[in-house]
C-alpha cells in the first residue's frame, strides 16, 4: 500500500482538569506568564473519533466535525484555524481529510474545561494519525511531551490534560524537566491525602461567559498587578508542590482558595473591569467555609474562569459533605452538582 492510499480511524478519550494554581496571563505562541498546576479529572471526559485518509495531492486539510452529533461551526473553524500551527511538528496532518465525531460527558459551561479535553483529545487522535502514515515513532516521554505540546499550540489548559493525576505546566525553576513548551507530570512522592480527591461541580450557572477566557488573558497584558500575580504564582505553585509531598492539608486548603479568589480579583481589577462570579456562588462559599469551621471536615473550594464552585475533599469524608450539599441545595435551588475525582488521564477507545 502506498502512503496516498493510507486510512484509518483514530479515538481516544481525554479528561479536563481543574488548576489550582492559576494559568492567567499568556505570552505569543500560547506561553504561560506564570507555570500552573491541576488535578486531572477522572469522568468529566472528551471523547473523539477521527475517520482520516491520506492524499498527497491535498494541499491543506479537509475538515468535518460533529459535536454532540450536532454541526459545530465555531469548533470547527478553530480547528481549521488551528491545524496549520502544527503542519511542522505533524507532516502528514497537511494532506489528511478527517471527519471527527466529538462528544463531551458534561454540559457545556459547567464549570469544567471543555477546551481541554476537547483539545487534548484532538491532539492525542492527531499524532497517532501522523505516526500511522508516516511510521514513525519516538520514545515514550518524548511522544507524550510533544502531544502535550500539541494540545498547548490549540488550548494552553489541554497541555495539562495528556496526564493523570497531578501535573505542572511551565518552567519551575527547580524541576528541571519542566517547560514553557508543554506539561509535565507530577506524581512522585504526592501523599496518599491527595491521591484520593474527590472533585464535586456545583453549576451554579450555565450561561455563555460573558468575557471569553482568551479575551481575560489579554487583559492582563497591561494590567497593573500582573508582575504581583506571576511572582505570587511562582512562590504558590512552589510551596503547593512541597505541602502535596508533606500532605498538609490545612496549607493546601489556604492555598487553593487564595489562588481561586485571586482568579476573579484580577478580573475585577482589569481594564475594562468585569465580574463573572454570580451571588449564588459567594453564597456557597461561604456555606463551605461556615461548614469547614463547624464541622472541622478538610474541604475547600476552587473556581474556574466563570461563576461555579469545585468543591474538593478525600473520599473518605464524602457522606459528611452530602450534608453540606443539602444545605447548599437548599439555599441555591437551581444548582446542579456533577460528582468528580482525580483521574489517570487520557485512555485509547475501541474503534468498532
Known sequence: MTISEKSGTTFWQCPSNIALIKYWGKYPGQLPANPSLSMTLNTSVTKMKIDYEFDARLDSPEISLLFNHQAAPRFEERIIKYLPSIFDILPAIRHCRLHILTEN???????????????GALALNLYEINASITGISEPEADKWKKISELARLASGSASRSVYGGWVTWGKIDRLPETSDL????????????????????????????????SAGHALMNNHPYAACRYASARKNISDLIDILVAGDVEQFIQIVENEALTLHALMMQSTPSYLLLKPDTLRIIELIQDFREQNKIPLCFTLDAGPNIHLLFHENVEKKVMVLLKEISDLCSKIEILKDGIGQGPQTLSKS
Open 182 to 213: 508543554y506539561a509535565s507530570p507530577l506524581n512522585t512522592g504526592i501523599h496518599s491525602e491527595f491521591l484520593s480527591l474527590r472533585d464535586f461541580i456545583i453549576i451554579v450557572d450555565k450561561t455563555e461567559k460573558k468575557v471569553s477566557s
Open 105 to 119: 460527558t458534561f454540559p457545556h459551561s459547567a464549570g469544567i474545561a471543555s477546551s481541554a479535553s476537547g483539545m
